[in-house]
């Protein structure tokens, strides 16, 4: 669901407030309805009332993990596409997070552009 007609929603999840500011400067000539949580338990409840198209997802928060928040976000909103950006970037972890359900993975520290890609080829699946 959008907060606007035809617009999508992308929500930003991460407990660095810098970063959430950073991806929301990035996106902000998207077109694109942005909102925010910083951190998983925070996520899944907007997640549930919100159910945006695309969310921008850090893995290692407080209170509850990405992974963790991901499992149940997969549960309350199956059609959101989950883009995880971390700074832990081992083939275990990416792995774990596409078996969890994530449509995309992009490390950090990330190029605009890394971002920008993920967030349309999730829009366009």
Avoid: C
């Avoid at 998207?30 to 338990?41: D, I, P, Q, V």
């Avoid at 209170?63 to 832990?88: D, F, H, N, W």
């Avoid at 990416?94 to 993920?118: C, D, N, S, W, Y």
């Amino acid at each position: 669901m959008t907060n606007f007609d035809n617009v999508p929603n992308v929500l930003i999840v991460d407990d660095d407030a810098f970063v959430r500011t950073y991806l929301r400067d990035m996106l902000a000539d998207t077109g694109y309805f942005l909102s925010e949580a910083s951190n998983g338990e925070e996520a899944v409840r907007l997640v549930a009332s919100d159910h945006p198209e695309v969310i921008l997802l850090d893995l290692f928060m407080p209170k509850q993990s990405g992974l963790e928040a991901l499992s149940k976000i997969r549960t309350v909103s199956p059609k959101s596409r989950v883009i995880v950006i971390s700074s832990m970037d081992s083939d275990g972890v990416v792995e774990q997070a596409i078996t969890a359900g994530a449509r995309g993975f992009v490390a950090k520290p990330f190029h605009p552009l890394e971002v920008l890609g993920a967030v349309r080829r999730a829009l366009e699946a």
